[in-house]
């Protein structure tokens, strides 16, 4: 998981000093170029939204799908217990 994190920061850093060349050497005029920027970082809101909510989902399922195994060892233990 460390290393999926490493790859991620990369991209992420990666695609900043992208943006920030392409606005450095850009023709257009401030006006447009903040509007590009805001556009730019609503769909990157939008599309960061939509993935967590897609994990969060992911987690939630596996978290009900493990839940009769966690039940199950559960019992288990408190029979050897005597529970």
Request: aromatic fraction near 4%; avoid cysteine.
């Amino acid at each position: 998981m460390k290393n999926q994190s490493k790859i991620i920061a990369a991209m992420l850093a990666g695609v900043a000093a992208g943006a920030i060349i392409g606005l450095l050497l850009s023709p257009e005029d401030g006006g447009e170029t903040r509007s590009d920027i805001t556009a730019w970082f609503k769909d990157v809101y939008e599309r960061s939204k939509e993935k967590s909510s897609d994990l969060a989902a992911k987690g939630l399922n596996a978290i009900k799908a493990g839940q009769p195994s966690a039940d199950n060892q559960i019992d288990h233990a408190e029979s050897a217990l005597g529970v």
